[in-house]
């Protein structure tokens, strides 16, 4: 079957560095997603790797090993409003998206 | 950049009656919305794939009669959720591609919180 895994919860420090890792196996890659969820609101687009290695937007960057089946979103200098739920997302050889649980992170001061 | 806006946001309603929620691409046309469902803590679940012009493609589990989708336009999908039951509260979001879906994505709407009570 196909499998997306990554942490629940995460809590780090404002200021900080966290990474939130993502393992999956699915039929078929074309693709990983990394999308920031606020509580009560939709999805809205990070990151998408679809070769190896790392992609850096700022403050967010995104890694991939296609060969480990492995992701990790890192973001640097935490602030407060980096609070929400992070969800990892592959897009499998059907052109369809298979969706993680989502990491929560938690900030504190 | 895109917009999918989505409406309504949130709706009460009470159990046995019909809700719909559209969603439009505002800036784009949307040949393909998916439609999610999202229990709290949860992950997104796809619910159906709907294309412009043509019936929509139901995951398995999900049933056709119950969740009708219309996708009349490249501009505007629906959903209608019919006879609407307690267990049917959850989180919707329509969600679009957006140019070739990759590298920019896909634009989710903003979501229908729906409560039926």
């Known amino acids: 079957g196909q499998n997306i895994d990554q942490p629940t919860e995460m809590t780090a420090t404002e200021g900080a560095i966290v990474q939130i890792n993502c393992t999956y196996q699915?039929?078929?890659?074309?693709?990983l997603f990394w999308y920031q969820q606020h509580a009560g609101e939709a999805p809205t687009f990070l990151s998408y790797?679809?070769l190896d290695g790392l992609e850096e937007k700022g403050r967010f960057s995104s890694f991939l090993s296609r060969s480990k089946g492995y992701s990790y979103l890192l973001l640097k200098e935490l602030q407060m409003k980096d609070s929400a739920s992070y969800l990892c997302?592959?897009?499998?050889?059907?052109?369809?998206?298979?969706w993680g649980a989502g990491t929560k992170l938690i900030i504190k001061p | 950049g895109a917009v999918v806006s989505q409406h309504p946001s949130r709706v009460i309603c009470k159990s046995g009656t019909s809700v719909k929620i559209e969603c439009r691409s505002l800036?784009?046309?949307?040949?393909?919305m998916f439609w999610y469902r999202q229990f709290p803590k949860q992950s997104l679940m796809l619910m159906a794939t709907?294309?412009?012009?043509?019936?929509?493609?139901?995951e398995q589990g999900v049933e056709k009669d119950k969740f009708l989708i219309n996708h009349a336009s490249l501009t505007l999908s629906t959903l209608t959720v019919t006879s609407a039951h307690p267990e049917d509260s959850s989180f919707y979001i329509c969600?679009?591609?957006?140019?070739?879906?990759?590298?920019?994505?896909?634009?989710f709407g903003s979501g229908t919180r729906l409560t039926v009570v």
């Open positions: 969600s679009a591609q957006t140019g070739t879906g990759t590298i920019d994505g896909y634009t």
């Open positions: 800036d784009f046309q949307a040949t393909t």
């Open positions: 709907s294309n412009e012009g043509s019936k929509a493609t139901y």
């Open positions: 699915t039929s078929g890659f074309n693709g």
């Open positions: 790797n679809v």
């Open positions: 997302a592959v897009m499998d050889s059907n052109y369809q998206l298979i």
